[in-house]
């Protein structure tokens, strides 16, 4: 059967893939620099560790959907994710490759195990995934992901009981596949930022340090802390946060914190803490 | 120029993108959206008013896009995610935006940005 060798989660915002291709272009921001750095451990463990596949919980920026019809949850079924154009035209990166062997696996499992996801033959990707994922494999990409969208940009959005629930769902299907793939499990969203209205650009270090401290071990209080409450004290995109609990239950209790990094480059809490399985590099 | 945050979810601190504000917004939602096609860019560029006409907008939607009222705009129902595309296309950015929000230039926003506070769920605020 597959496996899951462990999981990570990890901030995405527009800038941060814009930095990227000015710091390799032309030399690095300061404040750039250090996220850069900061997660050249999580590259190193991902080379460690060999994932044949990623399994990532994200969410879409209305590049792909729009409000004529917008799912709260929706998996990527193919084997090619296309880059969104954002409205300011495409990065320099090739599309994803996907494996819709696994996500058609998933599909049966999640939907017969009662989350009613809509399935998605064509997938644009935006900087849900693309903002980071250069500072963590390189092109042309070599490891194949399936992509879970999750609404993030209009209310209601699901619950962080629901997503925990999803995350476990997603554990036990990765692990009833058939086959001996390595899969490593990624959520992405948060940390404290606010893009809109008058309180543009809070900053709350101490709310993102805590939920990175207390995410292995105590996920049960975040997942119990009203989401109003990140969005209140972290910015109303600090929502996206609960995203990370799905990553977190489709992991074991077993895991153990391998890395953690946080800085606050711009106007996005920017974050990752990566976990890994026992006998992971078995 | 004030750098204190309310720990509210109220306006004009925080417009939450509920579902009313969706379907009161869906039209310039939808424009706004309609600039992910490079094609649709240049287009609307062409002739601001004439491709807003086009889309179904109402002359007061129409109006504010023409004056750049961000703030208006999002009281109106359009996703910030949506009007960053106006704004993107029209040669502005995030930050536009968040300095029309906040009251604020473009300048004095970027120098109080961070703007970092600090409390936890279950802590004072």
Redesign the interface.
Known sequence: MARIVGGFGISHT?SMGMAYDKGMAEGWAPNWRLWYEGTRPVRDWLERIRPDRLMVIYND???HF???AYPTFALGVSDLFPQ??????HRPFPDLPGDSRLALHLTEKLVRGGFDLTVCQDLAVDHGIYSWFPYLMSAPWSVPIVPLAVNM????IPTSQRLRDLGRAIGDAIRAMPGDERVVVVATGGMSH??????????????DR?FLKHLKDDAAMLID??Q??????GG?EASELAIWFAMRAALSDRIREVYSYYT?P??TGCGVVVYEEPEAMA | MTNS?????D?????????E??LRG?RL??FG?S????AN?EAFLADEEGYMQARGLDQASIAMVRARDWTGL?RAGG????M??VA??VGQD?WH???H???LTREE?IA???????????GK?
């Open positions: 527009p920026h209305l590049n729009d409000f004529s969104a154009d954002e409205g300011w035209g940009v209009r209310q209601p606010q893009i809109s209205g008058a309180r543009f650009g809070i900053a709350n270090e101490g709310l805590w802390t009203p109003e409450e990140f969005m209140r004290l109303t606050f711009a106007i | 945050i309310p720990f509210t979810l306006p004009p601190g925080t417009y939450v993108y509920t579902a504000a969706a869906h939602t939808a959206l600039l992910r096609r490079p860019r999002i996703h910030l995610q949506s960053l595309k993107a296309t995030l935006i968040g300095a929000n906040a009251d926003l109080l940005c961070p703007r970092k506070v600090n409390a936890i769920p279950g605020d």
